[in-house]
């Protein structure tokens, strides 16, 4: 690590820090940062000066901004859902400091170039966290992938079931291997929802109360069977693929199995799966609707056992917020209820608390969603604290204890199955590009794919 000179360039910040998550290792440190980028990462001790300069507490450790690469904020459209100010707000507290915003759920969908500046037209002013964009992939829009991938999104999202909204249809098997052909040549990547109609429509329908009955009606064979489906895709085209929000632990194998044969498949699970089970959803509780489902217990160990075999790469919030009205909270109706989990913010203290009792490294959970998954996205520079990087962190105090309210939360719809839940790990400070978010003045980027 290099010593600052006498005659050294000046920089803007200083962070001290006895802990600091550098990508070999926690390791105490002194980071320097100039025009937003990480300048000088040196010993503890080595006396870099700065304009401003911020000393961690012992109890303090200092992490890379983490990188939530699936996030529904959708806006323009469905603002009373969700939002740029709110989400990148959420964002920010929660030391996310780089989301990529799904391109479902808002209208219109992100299926066109037209559509894509849109949103970037919303968000721009609205960004606390830096942003960046997927595209969609729908029947009929292949003639838009390229133009899409040209104008910077980070890959495209599709679905192979229904995805709750009309005006973005699922692909067939065979439109989704058509769509990874073209986006091979483009070396773009696809992210999928897998989840398969035929064995959906062949489970019995949901409804009640019973949370049961929720999820018999989405078996894990559903999921198994869309996973396969991909794989022949991605074997077949050679295109990147990535599984999204992966619950049924029973398909680690076969994609363990596609790895090992050189299939290009990266695959994230979420916060939920990992930390609450079926056996703990009251009758009714429509919060804790989402799809995939959580699943049983020993579901929820094997996907932990996935992680720390480094088949699951990551770990992203599946953020989908709605309306109370939605969800339906007062019936608590299974069935009709809208799908999703809201957890923008709370990400990193749920995984703390629950890597803690797994016995994982903080280093790892931090790992598993800062670096990995803007190495999987091709976000450059992001999620690391490194020479040359975007100077972002998460000021992290690992050892507070906290009640989640969700009433205190920035998300727009305070609605979220965290309620009440005593959680480890607090995020007392959020720095992007060199300047700590304050939740007034946004200085947020918008992003695109390069090179
Ligand atoms: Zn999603």
């Known amino acids: 690590m290099p010593e600052q000179a006498a005659d050294a360039p000046h920089l803007d910040m200083v962070i001290r820090a006895e802990r600091a998550m550098l990508p070999e290792g926690p390791s105490a440190a002194e980071i320097g940062v100039r025009d937003g980028r990480i300048a000088v990462v040196a010993d503890l001790g080595t006396g870099l000066t700065g304009e401003e300069v911020l000393d961690l507490s012992a109890e303090q450790v200092l992490l ?7 996030v529904h904020v959708n806006d323009p459209g469905r603002t009373e859902w969700e939002g740029f100010g709110t989400a990148t707000r959420a964002a920010a507290a929660g030391g996310v400091t780089t989301l990529i915003d799904m391109p479902l759920n808002s209208l219109p969908p992100t299926v066109d170039v037209d559509a894509l500046e849109e949103k970037r037209r919303t968000a721009e002013p609205k960004a606390f966290v830096d942003v960046g964009f997927w595209g969609g992939a729908i029947p009929g829009s292949t003639e838009h992938l390229i133009p899409l991938h040209r104008e910077g999104v980070y890959g495209f999202k599709s679905f192979l079931s229904d995805s709750g909204v009309e005006e973005f249809p699922p692909l067939s098997p065979a439109e989704l291997e058509r769509d990874m052909a073209v986006l091979a040549e483009a070396d773009s990547l696809m992210i999928v929802h897998a989840e398969s109609p035929r064995a959906l429509e062949s489970a019995p329908a949901a409804e009640g109360r019973s949370y049961g009955s929720f999820l018999s009606s989405r078996p894990r064979e559903a999921e198994n069977e869309a996973i396969r489906a991909v794989i022949e895709a991605a074997r077949r085209t050679g295109c990147r693929a990535h599984i999204l929000h992966l619950s049924s632990a029973e398909a680690l194998e076969d994609i363990a199995a596609a790895r090992e044969e050189g299939v290009r498949l990266t695959v994230e699970t979420c916060p939920h799966y990992l930390v609450l089970s079926a056996e703990e959803v009251p009758e009714g509780a429509t919060t804790f609707k989402c799809c995939p489902p959580i699943r049983e217990e020993s579901n929820r160990r094997a996907l932990w056992e996935g992680l720390r075999a480094g088949v699951i790469d990551c770990v992203v919030s599946d953020h989908s917020p709605s309306t109370a009205e939605l969800k339906l909270l007062d019936g608590g109706d299974f069935g009709g209820a809208w799908g999703g989990i809201s957890s923008l913010q709370l990400g990193l203290s749920l995984m703390w608390t629950e890597a803690q009792r797994q016995g994982v490294d903080l280093a790892d959970a931090v790992r ?84």
Do not use: Q
């Open 64 to 70: 890379p901004g983490l990188v939530d690469t699936h």
């Open 368 to 451: 598993w969603m800062s670096s990995a998954p803007a190495r999987i996205a091709g976000v450059a520079d992001k999620g690391r604290i490194a020479e040359g990087c975007s100077a972002d962190f998460a000021v992290f105090d690992p050892h507070a204890r906290w009640d989640v309210r969700a009433d205190d939360l920035w998300h727009r719809n305070r609605i979220t199955a965290y309620d009440a839940r005593e959680v480890l790990g607090r995020v007392d400070r959020t720095i992007l590009r060199g300047r700590t978010v304050d939740f007034t003045t946004p200085h947020g980027r918008l992003l695109r794919r390069s090179g």
